[in-house]
């Protein structure tokens, strides 16, 4: 029997999503019966591998349609997405740098309980905004980048962090030796900061 069962209370009825998470569904159930039959690390590590792929493309997709559907709790569930793209990314980083010390079980007991979590309890909160039966923020549309070598970018970040993230952006694009250093510095934070993450997912699914 499969680790993770599909039952109707995880049924969005937006098609798109429901695939995406049967097939999330799919892949954890995949490194489940991988695991029971003792595959090789090879074999784990590539699915733990697909497992993320699946992840990001449906994050994106997802968050995508929330912004189109403006809707309104985009930037916590953004940030939840962000927290599991995370760990997920670790775990891989971990399992490459030496799968003995990452415990399966954990892993698949971590992911099978946050995505259920997620689906019944965060998911299911936007269904109302994406099938338009809910009134959504309407939010402003990229224009193209007019040049080649820019991008434009566009997001939405919590109030109390706007003017922060705009001086820091000014600052990054200044291009002068402040900005230089500015940015070595933030990168070598960066850099800390992936280590802790790292630190996170071992305590996470290592060995004890
Ligand atoms: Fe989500």
Known sequence: MALLEWSKDYDT????????????????????DAHLANKGRERIGSVIETLRHYVVEHFEREEHFLEQAGYPDFVAHCAAHRDFSQLTDSLVTLYQQNPDLVDISKVI????????????????????????????????????????NEAYLTFTVPRDKADVITSFVDTVIGGDHAAESFEKA???????????????????????
Do not use: C
Not at 193 to 201: E, F, G, I, V, Y
């Open 13 to 32: 009825h937006i098609r798109v999503i429901d695939t995406d998470h049967q097939n999330l569904f799919d892949a954890i159930n995949t490194l489940h």
């Open 109 to 148: 007991d971590f992911l099978g309980h946050w995505l259920t979590e997620h689906i019944l309890k965060t998911d299911m909160q936007y269904v109302p905004y994406m099938r338009g039966e809910k009134q959504g923020i309407p939010r402003e549309q990229p224009d193209q980048a007019k040049e080649q």
């Open 186 to 208: 933030f990168r070598a934070a960066q850099e800390q900061l992936n280590q802790s993450k790292l630190a996170r997912a071992r305590k996470l699914f290592g060995l004890e």
